[in-house]
């Protein structure tokens, strides 16, 4: 038995863009203007796919509602959504305090 077209199964999304290898050479150089320059060139929804992909502890709805502010970021902040406190500190400060 067959779905009704309206209700097909759809495959996942992808996007075989040239466009996602330029997303990922620039965050692997940790490049800020090119990985701009990417995520110009793709729609709303391809651009968030791939900074989903980049943040996975951010929110896919999140990451849609602060699009605008996301690219409007320098540089140093918008590498330190990676992980807000690499070295610890945070942590650190927790246990010595007994929380």
């Not at 040239?18 to 940790?30: G, H, L, P, Q, V």
């Not at 320059?37 to 791939?50: F, P, S, Y």
Request: net charge negative; proline share 8%.
């Amino acid at each position: 038995m067959t779905a009704p077209p309206g209700l097909a199964p759809t495959p996942p999304r992808t996007s075989p863009r040239e466009d996602a290898d330029d997303f990922a050479d620039a965050c692997a150089r940790r490049d800020f203007g090119l990985l701009q320059t990417a995520v110009a060139g793709m729609t709303k929804r391809d651009a968030c796919d791939h900074l989903e992909g980049l943040f996975p502890r951010l929110s896919r709805h999140w990451i849609v509602r602060h699009f605008r502010d996301l690219m409007a970021l320098d540089a140093d902040a918008f590498w330190r959504l990676q992980y807000s406190d690499p070295t610890g500190e945070r942590a650190v400060t927790n246990v010595m305090r007994g929380a």
